[in-house]
């Protein structure tokens, strides 16, 4: 007796638009990746500090509030070790 019915097939359907999604999906952050990797390059040809830049780019996504209470437990350890 097979019980693939119609119901096991509309599931099937649909998990394959959804792998089909998450592929096209995978191929567009894996080229914006790229793209992304190409302007660090053209700024660091420009003598831009990419380390810097990747700093900033990660700090702007955060609240003040957020990046405020980073610094202060980031300062917090660095006298700790006798850094500050």
Avoid: H
């Avoid at 959804?18 to 660091?44: M, N, Q």
């Avoid at 700093?55 to 405020?68: F, G, H, M, P, T």
């Avoid at 202060?72 to 500050?84: C, E, K, S, V």
């Amino acid at each position: 007796m097979n019980d693939a019915g119609p119901e096991s097939t509309v599931a099937a359907d649909e998990l394959k638009q959804f792998i089909e999604r998450i592929e096209r999906l995978e191929e567009e952050k894996k080229t914006i990746a790229d793209d992304i990797k190409d302007v660090y390059g053209e700024a660091k040809s420009r003598g831009y500090d990419t380390k810097a830049m990747r700093r900033i780019v990660s700090l702007r996504k955060k609240d003040a509030n957020e990046r405020q209470e980073e610094e202060a437990i980031l300062d917090l350890y660095m006298q700790a070790l006798g850094m500050a």
